[in-house]
């Protein structure tokens, strides 16, 4: 699985996938994650990529046409034997998307070779892009962020965990599983304030059938 992240700030996923299991599926080149900055595609001398709106409004709109070169380039550095097209899904992050789930995750991971995630910025991108490319416009919840990289990150997060050997253990993946809402362990007792809190004693059984039936009913 390739990420390809159109965004004029790279740096902004610098810190989180360069940690833990993201770090390592990158390392063991399960995923990688490739950045493409509209920036590097604008055609004037400050590389600049942002307009006035027409129609007025406040803010400014990221144009089309460096977007358009950004994608393009992406499209250049997936082989032509994954079957192009087929396996490739360009994915527009708007909080008017359709809402983002873990069922579209494993669609993701289990469907296609490539994604392709556009980051808009400020009051967003001109929307031709959307012309001159399918894309499926997606939402991470019903808020609105600064821009798209928290989102863009969110969704390689969230479809990199269902990639084959990303996950050491394929068990880790709690929704395959009854995952527990409260977790715990040792000590079995300790004290705060003078008042002990004690593990739920049916963890202590070693009763794997009652033991999961607490978790189903949502372990309190």
């Not at 992406?74 to 034997?81: G, H, K, L, Q, T």
């Not at 395959?176 to 003078?194: D, G, H, L, M, Q």
């Amino acid at each position: 699985m390739t990420f390809h992240i159109i965004t004029l700030f790279p740096n902004a996923f610098r810190s989180y996938l360069g940690e833990s299991i993201l770090k390592r599926a990158i390392e063991d080149k399960k995923i990688t994650v490739k950045f493409y900055n509209p920036r590097d595609y604008a055609e004037n001398k400050h590389a600049r990529v942002d307009r006035k709106p027409y129609g007025g409004g406040p803010g400014m709109v990221i144009q089309s046409e460096p977007v358009i070169r950004a994608i393009e380039k992406a499209f250049s550095y997936i082989p032509r034997n994954v079957g192009m097209r087929k396996k490739i899904k360009i994915i527009w992050l708007s909080p008017r998307g359709k809402q983002f789930t873990n069922e579209g995750a494993i669609r993701y991971a289990k469907q296609y070779t490539d994604l392709i995630i556009i980051c808009g910025r400020y009051e967003g991108i001109d929307a031709r892009v959307k012309k001159v490319f399918a894309v499926e416009e997606l939402s991470v919840g019903p808020f609105v962020l600064t821009g798209g990289e928290l989102a863009a990150e969110i969704l390689i997060d969230t479809i990199a965990r269902q990639v084959d050997g990303v996950l050491g253990d394929p068990q880790s993946r709690e929704e395959t599983r009854i995952a527990a809402s409260n977790v715990y362990t040792r000590p079995e007792v300790f004290v705060y304030k003078k008042k002990k809190y004690r593990v739920p004693k049916i963890l202590l059984t070693g009763h794997r059938a009652h033991i999961e039936e607490w978790r189903k009913n949502g372990s309190r």
